[in-house]
């Protein structure tokens, strides 16, 4: 009897896992859990070794193809993020979330591809990818298609980093999320694109929303001598990308895209297109970074002795 902090579920060995009910659906983990109250809510902790972390992720992520060098890349990156992000919520008493914050990570690999997911881990189980200059783990970012092209760091966060440049990127082109479409109305986008140009709504600017067209993938909707972020384009009208051209079609415009995600770093569809054609891990990983190189994590060993804990 008594008031305690939390409660916790510890798991007996490696073999141990969990289910648990989140949103009406199952979520089925590796490790131990820990429950405590946060304010009117109840946090959930999972601490759990940290390649079966990463097996979670990969499955996650994108565990649908059965590729198994693209499996081995994806391993290694989401090994990478999470140790360069190992302290990123310590504050909040976890190291990671379990949302695209973070990494998503839904549960422990179990679907119809996670004994290719686990071979994957196992076989890249002491590799991450670093700076060549610096021996850093570098920002492993990854989206779900290029449109062809990816997008350099500073253009989508305003961070400029020397491994996350762009470069065309063949490899997504006619992949499942590569062209996508969407109708917006005509006023709703001009207006939208006046006030953010700081401007007047003239037939000169109409023209040039009219006509706007992105044979190679730009960063900016420029018009005389002002300019925004595409990116702010995409989040407000909630575009799978900022690779887009605008057709007008009556009293709408029809956005013709490429691409699915923010374009920086390693393309997924890309990625699987690459493994099918034949190509390695480490092929795949030093196409997409630039200023790279696979290392063992022999440095970081102290870190990996604990477990990592994922909050959701």
């Known amino acids: 009897m008594g008031n305690f902090y939390a409660i916790s579920f510890l798991a007996a060995d490696t073999s141990s896992n969990f289910l648990i009910h989140v949103n009406k659906k199952e979520r089925w983990y590796d490790g131990s859990l820990i429950l405590f109250a946060n304010n009117q809510n109840l946090q959930a902790i999972n601490q759990v070794n940290l390649e079966q972390y990463v097996a979670g992720v990969v499955e996650s992520e994108g565990g649908n193809f059965p590729q198994l060098e693209y499996f081995k890349a994806q391993a290694i990156l989401a090994r990478t993020f999470a140790i360069r992000n190992y302290n990123k919520h310590i504050r909040e008493g976890y190291n990671l979330k379990d949302d695209i914050s973070s990494q998503v990570y839904l549960s422990r690999a179990y679907y119809r591809n996670s004994d290719l997911i686990r071979q994957a881990v196992l076989e890249t189980r002491d590799t991450i990818v670093v700076d060549s200059a610096s021996g850093a783990p570098i920002f492993a970012a990854f989206h779900a298609n290029s449109g062809g092209h990816t997008v350099c760091a500073e253009d989508a966060w305003h961070k400029k980093l020397p491994n996350l440049v762009a470069k065309p990127d063949p490899y997504s082109e006619g992949m499942n999320s590569y062209e996508w479409t969407k109708k917006l109305p ?127």
């Not at 140009?197 to 002002?226: C, G, M, S, V, W």
């Not at 900022?242 to 013709?256: A, H, M």
């Open 186 to 312: 005509k006023k709703d986008v001009q207006e939208y694109i006046a006030r953010k140009l700081h401007t007047k709504l003239t037939p000169e600017l109409i023209a040039a929303i009219d006509t706007f067209k992105q044979p190679e993938r730009l960063n900016h909707f420029r018009y005389q001598n002002k300019s925004f972020p595409l990116r702010d384009f995409r989040f407000h009208f909630q575009l799978r990308s900022t690779f887009f051209d605008i057709e007008p079609d009556g009293n709408y415009y029809l956005l013709k895209g490429r691409g699915n995600g923010h374009g920086v770093g390693m393309s997924q569809e890309g990625a699987i297109n690459m493994a099918s054609q034949g190509f390695t891990y480490r092929e795949i990983i030093y196409f997409y970074y630039e200023n790279v190189k696979l290392e063992s994590l022999s440095s970081y060993r102290q870190l990996m002795a604990e477990a990592p804990q994922l909050a959701f």
